[in-house]
């Protein structure tokens, strides 16, 4: 069985940074690829970035290129996700989850954590 736990999330002032994580445990078979995304009150899920396990290239949404750094350490089976000059737009539940390939949409990957909460304070 698959799990996915993420932590780090929090409350952050405006232009602070917080740092989350996502610990795997178990198989996910083929699956190469750890993606985060957040999702906002009243708005869908959106991509925040990728990274496979066998790459060092991150993948990111391009509003968020530059403040957010995803990075893996295979040993610890944990995915992180740096995030920088936070904002309040930044505010929501941010999920990770694990998928084949690349993707930038929730139905490209198979499993998914519970969320940590991030909230950004004017």
């Known amino acids: 069985q698959v799990q996915l736990v993420e932590s780090g999330g929090g409350l952050v002032q405006a232009g602070g940074s917080l740092r989350l994580s996502c610990t795997t445990s178990g198989s996910t078979g083929s699956g190469d690829t750890m993606g985060w995304f957040r999702q906002a009150p009243g708005k869908e899920r959106e991509f925040v970035a990728a990274i496979q396990w066998t790459g060092t290239r991150g993948f990111y949404a391009d509003s968020l290129r530059g403040r957010f750094t995803i990075s893996r350490d295979n040993a610890k089976k944990t995915v992180y996700l740096d995030m920088n000059s936070l904002n309040p737009e930044d505010t929501g539940v941010y999920y990770c989850?694990?998928?084949?390939?690349?993707?930038?949409?929730?139905?490209?990957?198979?499993?998914w954590g519970q969320g940590t909460q991030v909230t950004v304070n004017p």
């Open positions: 989850a694990a998928g084949v390939y690349i993707s930038y949409y929730p139905r490209g990957y198979e499993y």
